[in-house]
């Protein structure tokens, strides 16, 4: 089945940086990446996704980037604000209508 | 239109007892899924299920959990004499077509604590 590795598992950045959050996936027939954002006691929430068939996304300050050679894909967070401190899951969607989530990674933005 | 609806938002069981947790999918949607989150750690699948047909219960524990999603009605994960490493976040997720349409929309969770 599908395995999704996500780095680094804690992130802090000063307000007015980027973050960068990366996850590998291991099933080359996995067509969908979406990316969510969980706040603490809350459910998570879709906040960008990626399909297999484009490289690159952008929505205001944050993007995501997709290798399908490399299996890699990765979230970008500019001008980051204390409001984008939040734990982020990275996941993978595979035939077999199976969402497969890395280990999250959580993002404190220092003020 | 309503986002996903689970109940109990909390609930609290002693050990062997039953618990039920219920998810009423966004209005269209008959895909649902659900996830459990143990403290401090990500989501793992454990089930997918149509209107009346269980479609993929490879994380779902053997014994003791159950899952339906029956023609009228919540889809309901059903957990038999719980022990304490039941304890955890379970979310239901639904989405409209499945294979065509992959975005999973969350519910607000049921935080089980066994006692």
């Known amino acids: 089945g599908e395995n999704v590795e996500q780095h680094p598992s804690t992130l802090s950045v000063q307000e007015g940086d980027s973050a960068v959050i990366k996850c590998t996936y291991s099933?080359?027939?996995?067509?969908?990446f979406p990316w969510y954002k969980q706040e603490l006691g809350k459910r998570p929430q879709l906040i960008i996704d990626?399909?297999?068939?484009?490289g690159e996304k952008k929505d205001q300050r944050i993007a995501v980037t997709l290798n399908k050679t490399a299996k890699h894909f990765s979230l970008h967070i500019t001008e980051t604000q204390p409001e984008d401190s939040a734990v982020y899951f990275c996941?993978?969607?595979?035939?077999?209508?199976?969402?497969?989530f890395g280990g999250g990674t959580r993002l404190m933005v220092k003020p | 239109n309503a986002g996903v609806m689970q109940n109990p938002r909390h609930l609290v069981r002693r050990r062997g007892q039953e618990a039920r947790l219920r998810c009423s999918p966004m209005?269209?949607?008959?895909?649902v899924y659900w996830y459990r989150q143990l403290p401090e750690e990500g989501l793992k699948f454990m089930v997918y299920?149509?209107?009346?047909?269980?479609?993929?219960e490879s994380g779902m524990p053997k014994e003791r959990f159950s899952a339906e999603f029956p023609k009228e009605g919540p889809s309901i994960l059903r957990i038999q004499q719980v022990v304490r490493g039941d304890s955890a976040a379970y979310f239901c997720?639904?989405?409209?077509?499945?294979?065509?349409?992959?975005?999973?929309?969350f519910g607000p969770g049921t935080r089980l604590t066994v006692t």
């Open positions: 209005k269209g949607h008959s895909h």
């Open positions: 997720a639904s989405s409209p077509f499945g294979k065509a349409s992959y975005e999973q929309y």
């Open positions: 996941a993978a969607y595979n035939a077999g209508n199976m969402l497969t």
């Open positions: 099933d080359s027939a996995s067509n969908y």
């Open positions: 990626i399909r297999s068939n484009v």
């Open positions: 299920l149509q209107k009346e047909n269980i479609i993929d």
